[in-house]
């Protein structure tokens, strides 16, 4: 069951209904495929370590992954800076680190919004002082308008405006992770 919003549909269950979708599923599905060509290309034969950013960019890694036609192996970092509010609280911090060395390996990491830049330029940093090949990022979201940090994706989704956004792997207070669409956080009394 689906539930029509002009030309936006929302799937028809409890948490999702009536939420304003942003980007759909299928909008999604089309622009990853379009980055994961372009990944490719740019590797040529090289292999490729994907680091995914837990855990919004799950959903995002796991797509992305199959879009892009290299040998790749996956790991995963956790990091908290957004506790459980829409703002960061400016501080990084590592939950969980690499579980393999990436000296002299491609890596591209793999993040659902590049925000306030704090997260990447933090992972940029530490990555970078074990001397991979080469460092790329990839960013289905990107929020330039609320940048502290000086940092750019080397590819990215779809650039937006500052808005809190939620589904595909992203959250509020830990909800909406599993919606399919990238939909708008209500905003309050809405929902
Ligand atoms: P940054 O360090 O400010 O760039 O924060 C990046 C992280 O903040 C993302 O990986 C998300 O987890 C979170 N974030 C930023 N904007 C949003 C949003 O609109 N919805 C959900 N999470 C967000
Ligand atoms: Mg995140």
Redesign the pocket.
């Known amino acids: 069951m689906v539930l029509r919003l002009g030309d936006t549909v929302c799937m028809s269950q409890s948490i999702s209904a009536g939420l304003e979708v942003l980007y759909s599923r299928q909008q999604i599905a089309e622009r990853i495929a379009e980055m994961g060509a372009q990944i490719t290309n740019d590797l040529g034969d090289e292999k490729l370590v994907m680091v995914g950013?837990l855990k919004?960019a799950a959903p995002f890694l796991a797509d992305l992954s199959r879009t892009i036609d290299v040998d790749a192996t996956f790991d995963f970092v956790a990091v908290s800076?957004?506790g459980k509010g829409?703002r960061?609280s400016g501080a990084?911090k590592m939950i969980k680190d690499l579980d393999q060395p990436i000296e002299g390996k491609n890596v591209l990491i793999v993040?659902?919004?590049?925000?306030?830049?704090?997260?990447?330029s933090y992972l940029r940093k530490l990555f970078l002082q074990q001397r991979p090949k080469s460092l790329r990022i990839a960013a289905l979201l990107d929020?330039p308008s609320?940048r502290i940090e000086k940092i750019e994706a080397d590819y990215v989704g779809f650039s937006i405006p500052d808005?809190?956004?939620?589904g595909y792997g992203?959250?509020?207070a830990e909800r909406y992770r599993n919606l399919p669409d990238i939909c708008l956080?209500p905003v309050e009394g809405s929902k």
């Open positions: 950013v919004g800076s957004y829409q960061s990084v993040e659902d919004i590049l925000d306030t830049g704090l997260t990447l929020k609320r808005l809190f956004v939620i992203m959250d509020f956080f």
